[in-house]
Each structure stands twice: as structure tokens, then as C-alpha cells.
């Protein structure tokens, strides 16, 4: 069974960091794309960004320039480093991976989401 098991939410002031990590466990064949989703309190679930198996990264313009994507492929893990936050940070964070549970299937995993809280 795949797990995706997050940590490092927590709380900020406004122009501070956090960094957010997650990591795959269980059987599986292959990762390929990871990523987080966002949601605020009230509002639909919002993309953030995505790291492709080649280490190829997207960003959504809310957050480019201020939070950075990186993966660990030997540790089966996705991390976002948030720098600069501002209070509409302030949201659920999940993590998602794209991965092969068999050769020949690819599902989507979703891990359980962390909060994150940009006070000034």
C-alpha cells in the first residue's frame, strides 16, 4: 500500500519560511511527477507546483519567485521551501506523487495535508 506522509507545516510571520516535505512509502514501480496542491479555508483546492521526474519544475504565478520545489529520488521524497510568505499562504498543504504501484499502472497518491499559518 502507498503512503504519502507529510511534515513541516507549522507557523510563520509574514517574510518568513517553512519548509514542507513529503515522502513515499510502500511498494511501487516508479515516481514520476510530484507536487503540492493548497487549500484555504472556504476556497477551492489550488495548485503550487510540480517536479517532474527530470527534475523539470512548474510554479503557479501566486507563488513564483518565492517558493521552491526540489526532489529527493533516493529517499522517495518532494519538498517546497516557502520564502517570503504572506497571510494568503495560509492554507491545507498536500502533496501529491504520479507513480507506477505496478509496471504497468499509474495512479495519483495524496498525502493527508499540513496546515500553514502566515500571521503579521
Known amino acids: 500500500q502507498v503512503q504519502l506522509v507529510e511534515s513541516g507545516g507549522g507557523s510563520a510571520q509574514v517574510g518568513g519560511s517553512l519548509r514542507l516535505s513529503c515522502a513515499a512509502s510502500g511498494t511501487f514501480f516508479s515516481i514520476n511527477a510530484m507536487g503540492w496542491y493548497r487549500q484555504a479555508t472556504g476556497k477551492q483546492r489550488e495548485w503550487v507546483a510540480r517536479i517532474g521526474d527530470g527534475g523539470r519544475t512548474n510554479y503557479a504565478d501566486s507563488v513564483k519567485g518565492r517558493f521552491t520545489i526540489s526532489r529527493d529520488n533516493a529517499k522517495n521524497a518532494v519538498y517546497l521551501q516557502m520564502d517570503n510568505l504572506k497571510p494568503e499562504d495560509t492554507a491545507v498543504y498536500y502533496c501529491?506523487?504520479?507513480?507506477?504501484?505496478?509496471?504497468?499502472?499509474?495512479?495519483?497518491?495524496w498525502g493527508q495535508g499540513t496546515q500553514v499559518t502566515v500571521s503579521s
Open positions: 501529491y506523487a504520479v507513480l507506477n504501484p505496478l509496471r504497468d499502472l499509474r495512479q495519483e497518491y
